[in-house]
């Protein structure tokens, strides 16, 4: 395509440079989206009054259009225990080494140390339970 419309304009099919030069881009022989929308203007100016038509645009890939980028992340301004991307993998990856962990053991030291929580619970739940009927007691004798 963009040999013929070199072509067209009155320069030679392998000679980018020149028409580079001539409509005043970078000039380094490559047929890139600036230069083909150079043409292509070029082209249409060729024929009078074909460029007022409605149907003939510039080539939109040439329009520049300023985006706006943030630089960080949004969560990033959060504290570190709010954001996403810290608590997240955090838990997924202590949750996982703790299933694996567990995984690990034999089923018999689990046992061995399920139960040993379930002792020390029942303990912290009876001793609790009797501090409560002591300051009950208390209360009861100072009324």
């Not at 960080?72 to 949750?95: C, H, Q, R, Y």
């Not at 962990?101 to 001793?127: D, K, S, T």
């Amino acid at each position: 395509m963009g040999r013929i419309s070199l072509v067209l304009l009155g320069h030679r099919a392998d000679n980018v440079l020149q028409f580079q030069a001539g409509q005043r881009l970078q000039v380094d022989g490559d047929v890139g989206p600036k230069t083909r929308a150079a043409m292509h203007t070029a082209l249409v100016a060729l024929t009078p009054g074909e460029a007022a038509r409605p149907e003939v645009n510039v080539a939109p890939v040439t329009e520049e259009k300023l985006v706006p980028v943030s630089v960080t992340p949004p969560s990033l301004d959060a504290p570190w225990w709010k954001s996403n991307e810290a608590i997240t993998p955090s838990v997924i990856g202590g949750g996982a080494s703790l299933l694996t962990a567990i995984g690990g053991i034999p089923w018999q030291n689990l046992l061995l140390i399920l139960v040993a929580f379930g002792g020390m619970a029942g303990f912290l739940y009876w001793r609790k339970n009797a501090d409560r009927k002591a300051v009950a007691k208390q209360v009861e004798g100072m009324a």
